[in-house]
């Protein structure tokens, strides 16, 4: 679930469609088989899941044009699944995926830690060239112990970070990421606006790009790809 959005990136980007840097956007179609899936069953399945034409291809943004080095993102002390104490540090030398949800999401986020984790299998021995971060947006719930019990449903490769909220609301403004909590559904369950981009920094933690949660997997495959092959 989504909200609008109003500090840096919100004046450029508008959830759910671009505005002003956030035009100019470019557009990229890539093969599936870029991501080393040649079973024409296992094609098939993440066709369905992802939403690919019969062709097999999905345009989709896969660049924001907010310039690399832009300031998004900083410091940040955060307690991971197993209750280690990270730092940006701790992904020095690494491309850092961030994304920013919570386990009790009913849609965007296990859709996005789907992809983040079948594009670290495909990306095979170049994965540890990567570290993909799930920050909690809900750390009262969102303790190391959930996190150590859920993420693993998509990957064991998938970092989960919490603390205490005002942490998670200082990190959150340092990556104009958004998030609030809304009203009670009928269910009693309560849902927690958030965006939904994906962050992506360089292994020296500077700002490299933005994605959409539109991006496919091998969209995020041909990029990783790319960036590690620099």
């Known amino acids: 679930m989504t909200v609008p959005s109003g500090n840096r990136i919100g004046r450029r980007i508008a959830l759910g469609g671009a505005v002003g840097l956030g035009a100019a956007i470019a557009f990229v179609a890539v093969d599936p088989g870029a991501m080393g899936v040649t079973s024409h069953g296992a094609l098939d399945a993440l066709a369905r899941l992802l939403g690919w034409n019969h062709h097999g291809k999905l345009a989709t943004t896969t660049d924001s044009a907010i310039p690399p080095g832009a300031p998004i993102g ?3 002390t955060l307690t991971n699944q197993f209750g280690q104490t ?3 540090a701790s992904f020095q030398g690494r491309w850092m995926l961030v994304y920013f949800g919570y386990s009790r999401c009913p849609d965007d986020c296990p859709l996005t830690l789907e992809k983040l ?3 670290m299998t495909a990306l095979g021995k170049l994965a540890e060239h ?7 947006v809900d750390p ?3 303790t190391p112990a959930v ?7 998509f990957s064991n490769k998938i970092i989960g970070l919490t603390g205490p909220l005002p942490e998670i609301a200082k990190v959150a403004k340092e990556y104009d990421a958004y998030f609030t909590a809304t009203d009670h559904e009928a269910s009693g369950k309560s849902l927690i606006g958030h965006s939904t981009y994906i962050y992506l920094m360089a292994p020296n933690g500077k700002f490299q790009n933005l994605f959409p949660v539109s991006i496919t997997v091998p969209q ?3 990029v990783m790809r790319k960036m590690i092959a620099q």
């Open 74 to 76: 900083g410091p940040f």
């Open 86 to 88: 990270m730092t940006p």
């Open 117 to 119: 984790a079948i594009m």
């Open 130 to 136: 990567v570290a993909p971060l799930f920050i909690t």
């Open 140 to 142: 009262t719930h969102d």
């Open 147 to 153: 996190l150590r019990a859920y993420l693993p449903k």
């Open 220 to 222: 995020l495959v041909h």
